[in-house]
């Protein structure tokens, strides 16, 4: 069984850092791709970043390119999302998400991923 759970989220001014950890237990972990959506008020869930099994590849939304860093710690089992120079438009709900198969024609895809954690609030403040 694969659980996730996410940490770091929270109130930070506009042009501040904050990171994110999600925590994967269960077993394999090196083998699984795991990204980070978002959910903002009033709108659906979407795409922000990912990591591929074994660290072979990292993809980003555009809206976050150059400001936010996807990695991970195999012998932590945990994936962290460092954000930088965060914008209002970045407040949401980030989740994190975790699928076995990482096919990267739909690593992008919401439906791709079977394991997700509760999410985290972060807030940006103008």
């Known amino acids: 069984q694969v659980q996730l759970a996410e940490s770091g989220g929270g109130l930070v001014q506009a042009g501040g850092s904050l990171r994110l950890s999600c925590s994967v237990s269960g077993p394999s972990f090196s083998r699984y791709t795991v990204a980070w959506f978002r959910q903002a008020p009033g709108k659906g869930r979407e795409f922000v970043s990912a990591t591929r099994y074994g660290g072979t590849s990292t993809h980003y939304e555009d809206t976050v390119k150059g400001r936010f860093t996807i990695s991970r710690d195999n012998a932590k089992k945990t994936v962290y999302l460092q954000m930088d120079n965060l914008q209002p438009e970045d407040t949401a709900i980030y989740y994190c998400?975790?699928?076995?198969?990482?096919?990267?024609?739909?690593?992008?895809?919401?439906?791709?991923?079977?394991?997700w954690g509760q999410g985290t609030q972060v807030t940006v403040s103008r």
């Open positions: 998400a975790a699928t076995s198969t990482g096919i990267l024609s739909t690593i992008r895809r919401e439906d791709s991923y079977p394991h």
